[in-house]
């Protein structure tokens, strides 16, 4: 009784402040050329305005190479090496451990309205494992790494639906395209909402990760290149959302207490239609390109004297969690018998300008990469978890992706074909510049004095590379994957009995779990 007293007075001390809304955006694969604010060519004025005069410039913003780690960093404000470096392929396990208190649980915990929207990609093998059932009010979305954009069909899920709301398959709203889907759907629920409650909104758009596929309105006609045209038109649809998101907060009369964060998830795919100019690799490898996002924050509560100021400063996607928490007025704090605690760190003293130092000095950014102050190590060119990616497009050969790009890319010469795989005719002739690979003992930049990673100086710098493989190798004694101790599910099903049940639709196997070591 004392402790539902105490909760409800803590509670009460949080809703007498005015709380923030907060809206998280996610894009998916996309390059970090592929922005207006980075690359002249591409259409994309909103997001343009609220990085520069409604926001600040985040170059200093990290991921992990590829999507449902960065999904899971963020939802967990966990490392991707303390929660997941996998990306989970159809209904299988994985994922986020089903004990940890993801962001929207914290946040509706002081009184926030939650609502997830797009790409899940965080496990979906039981029904806790949807996003309804891990903090978020309402959801509409799908539970896996990719689909058709128009059909809402996935390879991963045996040509099934994959587009679930709430507790059971979204019928009847599949067959519009994802980024309408989810762009209306946001508006809508903003117009919707009690002002009296805070909102917090997760929007991961599909968009812009293959299968490359758009609306004909958005694209560009002074682009000829096909591939290039349509990653470019898949952006303006996402400025074009984001702009009608921010248009009805502000309709609303919310914008102005509200904090909005935009990022992709990892580097785009410069294999296929992205480009992470001048950048060096992209999704896939822990070169720059792959991880350090186009990103910035806008929103009412950025203080004017930050507006139009670009930050460098270290910021890895799992801050936002602690981040998001303290300005709410919850408890970042997650401690699990036999998890790691959260590992985000308060940015918001850097985004508001109080302090102009990130409490981000070192970030772990897989089993593979490490950062350190101005020094980066790379173990390897490539990632133990893409080697069969490369093998799938028969691109042995270039499994080292740590190459360099042109400032437009792709271009005709690449070949095109159904995947673009430029890679295959990465030649100076059309200005890409190859992987000259890592050494066995792992490549070491200066990012400060070499932001490109051209200069590798593992051999002659030998003491600083053992300082790094020496606090790389400590910290990954500290990792933790949700496969390690994955939960025990009950009451499950056959894919085919599941099916049956969704009417076409794919969704989760089991109805119930409990962690492995529970008597």
Request: proline share 6%.
């Amino acid at each position: 009784m004392l402790r539902h007293l105490l909760g409800a007075l803590v509670l009460g001390l949080v809703l007498s402040k005015q709380q923030p809304n907060i809206i998280m955006i996610l894009v998916d694969d996309l390059g970090y050329h592929n922005v207006g604010f980075h690359n002249p060519q591409q259409i994309s004025p909103n997001i343009n305005r609220l990085s520069s005069s409604e926001g600040v410039t985040l170059e200093g913003h990290y991921t992990y190479v590829f999507c449902s780690p960065t999904r899971s960093s963020f939802l967990s404000g966990r490392l991707p090496i303390h929660v997941n470096e996998k990306n989970p392929e159809g209904i299988v396990k994985g994922g986020i451990d089903l004990r940890m208190t993801l962001i929207g649980q914290k946040l509706q915990s002081v009184g926030y309205e939650t609502s997830a929207l797009g790409k899940w990609h965080c496990g979906a093998y039981c029904d806790g494992n949807v996003p309804y059932n891990r903090g978020f009010n309402k959801h509409l979305g799908f539970l896996g790494g990719g689909e058709d954009h128009f059909t809402q069909r996935s390879g991963e899920m045996k040509g099934y639906v994959d587009l679930w709301a709430d507790t059971k398959p979204a019928w009847g709203r599949n067959g519009t395209y994802s980024c309408y889907l989810y762009g209306q759907q946001a508006v809508s629920w903003i117009e919707q909402h009690d002002t009296n409650k805070p909102m917090f909104m997760y929007l991961a758009f599909h968009d812009t990760h293959a299968p490359y596929e758009v609306t004909n309105n958005f694209r560009d006609p002074k682009v000829k290149e096909h591939f290039r045209q349509t990653m470019q038109a898949m952006l303006t649809c996402v400025d074009q959302a984001t702009g009608n998101v921010t248009a009805a907060l502000k309709a609303k009369g919310m914008w102005n207490n509200t904090l909005m964060v935009w990022s992709s998830d990892n580097g785009g795919p410069q294999y296929w239609d992205a480009n992470n100019y001048p950048l060096r690799g992209g999704k896939g490898n822990n070169f720059q390109g792959g991880v350090r996002t186009a990103a910035f924050v806008s929103g009412g509560l950025v203080p004017t004297t930050m507006r139009n100021k670009v930050l460098h400063q270290y910021i890895h996607v799992c801050d936002w969690y602690t981040t998001f928490a303290k300005m709410a007025g919850a408890d970042p704090n997650d401690p699990v018998k036999g998890l790691p605690d959260v590992d985000g760190l308060d940015v918001w003293k850097l985004i508001s300008g109080e302090n102009m130092t990130s409490p981000r000095v070192e970030i772990p950014l897989s089993s593979d990469g490490l950062i350190v102050g101005d020094w980066k190590y790379v173990a390897k060119t490539g990632h133990d978890n893409w080697d069969r990616h490369c093998r799938k497009f028969k691109q042995d050969p270039l499994c080292n992706m740590g190459y360099w790009t042109p400032p437009v890319w792709p271009v005709a010469d690449c070949g095109g074909g159904k995947n673009n795989d430029c890679p295959h005719n990465c030649t100076s002739s059309i200005g890409c510049t190859r992987d000259p690979g890592c050494p066995p003992e792992g490549c070491l930049f200066n990012l400060k004095n070499d932001p490109l990673e051209k200069h590798d100086l593992s051999k002659s710098n030998p003491v600083k590379l053992q300082q790094m493989r020496a606090r790389f190798e400590e910290i990954l004694k500290t990792k933790f994957q949700t496969t390690d101790s994955d939960a025990v599910f009950s009451e499950c099903e056959t894919w085919g009995e599941m099916i049956k049940r969704n009417r076409g639709f794919a969704g989760p196997l089991c109805r119930k779990w409990r962690p492995k070591n529970e008597d």
